[in-house]
């Protein structure tokens, strides 16, 4: 390979390639990558690309290929907020209660468990929750209510074992 036809090459059409980066992408940062990408891509296909009758058109197809592509990858979707939300004692506080959630309903009877998440974390009518399970609603009555019970018990085993 001839590395100083390589650089010559690509120290000519530097410019204009971060312009056109520029102005498809409006982010000096994100110009600079898919700038990147695209010298990248051009080293890699040199040998092709030198004996070419319009490298340039082919050069600037990769940095618009580029350019697409970088737009499909997930992250490129996401924005940052201005203002993000605090989220540190109020989040840490979520977690804990969400694991001492899972934690109290794994101790259930499996159809209870069902029961009450359908009907309190889904908030499924009774009648509802029965179709789902192919239970009479006098069933799903019953397994709400000892579910409730026994997870009553658990807590207030939880914080006797807590308090002192």
């Excluded at 390979?1 to 000096?28: I, K």
């Excluded at 799903?140 to 207030?156: D, E, M, P, Q, Y």
Aim: charged share 30%; glycine share 4%.
């Amino acid at each position: 390979m001839d590395d100083d036809e390589f650089r010559s090459f690509v120290a000519a059409r530097l410019p204009g390639l971060q312009r056109a980066a520029y102005l498809l992408c409006g982010d000096v940062h994100q110009a600079e990558d898919l700038v990147s990408i695209t010298i990248g891509s051009v080293l890699r296909q040199w040998r092709r690309i030198r004996g070419m009758d319009r490298p340039d058109a082919y050069v600037r197809k990769i940095l618009v290929n580029a350019f697409i592509d970088e737009r499909r990858r997930p992250w490129r979707r996401e924005r940052p907020a201005a203002d993000p939300p605090d989220r540190t004692e109020h989040h840490d506080r979520d977690v804990v209660e969400h694991l001492a959630v899972r934690e109290l309903l794994a101790q259930l009877p499996p159809r209870a468990r069902a029961v009450l998440v359908l009907r309190f974390l889904d908030d499924l009518s009774v009648e509802e929750t029965a179709a789902a399970l192919n239970l009479n609603p006098g069933t799903v009555k019953s397994h709400t209510a000892r579910g409730l019970s026994r997870l009553r018990a658990l807590l207030a085993a939880d914080a006797s074992e807590v308090t002192p």
